[in-house]
């Protein structure tokens, strides 16, 4: 890992989506997220990524709170829903506005599946209506960062997606958008996440300077579990699933030290 130039007490999140139950690759995040604030005198939050309503089921919630708190995971202060921080979400929106960022767009999930949004609402002036997609007109900047554990990064956000969505056209809002607004408003000073989200970093680093955040928040990419060398972990792996290891007979320990040797194998790799 390099050297922390970081001077800001950290302030980092655990961030579960409850659109499935705990897997190891969780326990994995979860052993950085505590282990780096622990050592470092630092606050852990607990983020319910519940952005997508869809998807988001309250009994999975129940099940991860239930598992972290079986595996001796607590957070530092009360969780923090992103269901219920919808007027959070407009107040920063409302912030792009101001700036003349924002854009409807009603191009279907089909026509822009491709990784890059092409910008084909960019200039169309569609006024804001129920069933359009909100995006943000980025600008063609080169975002830098110094990665905990990869060390400098050089990313170009426009060129790899094109304006971000901030609100898809069912009324949810986006990861990304979600995720930037709450690092900011919850003074996260540290982002420990998996290696899938290292290319993301940038939008969320441009975004967040687009609504008034000085200091980007710092970021720590971890190397992810793997099923097989190419194959993630997934929530439907049961036989990585944290409820299943328990009704096994596996105690708190014997979970959390199988994801802290497996994690190491993939950090020496
Ligand atoms: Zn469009």
Known sequence: MA???????????FA????????LGHIVNAIYVWGVARASSGRVLLRIEDHDRQRSRPAFEDAILEDLAWLGFAA??????????GSVYEAALGELRRQGLVYACDCSRAAIAAPRYPGTCRDKGLPESHGLGLRVRLDPTVERFDDWRHGPQE???FEQCGDLLLRDRE??????????VDDWQQGVTL?????DLLESTGRQIQLARLLGRREPPAFLHHPLIMKTATQKLSKSDGDTGVRELRQRGW???QVIEQ???????EAAR
């Open 3 to 13: 050297d922390a130039v970081d001077a800001r007490p950290v302030v980092t999140r």
């Open 16 to 23: 579960p989506a409850p659109t499935g139950f705990l897997h």
């Open 76 to 85: 530092d202060e009360p969780l923090v829903r992103q269901s219920e921080r």
């Open 155 to 157: 990313q170009r956000p």
């Open 171 to 180: 009324g949810n809002w986006t990861y990304q958008f979600a995720a930037a």
């Open 191 to 195: 982002v420990i996440r998996g290696d």
């Open 251 to 253: 105690s708190a320990e």
């Open 259 to 265: 994801a802290a040797v497996l994690a190491a194998d």
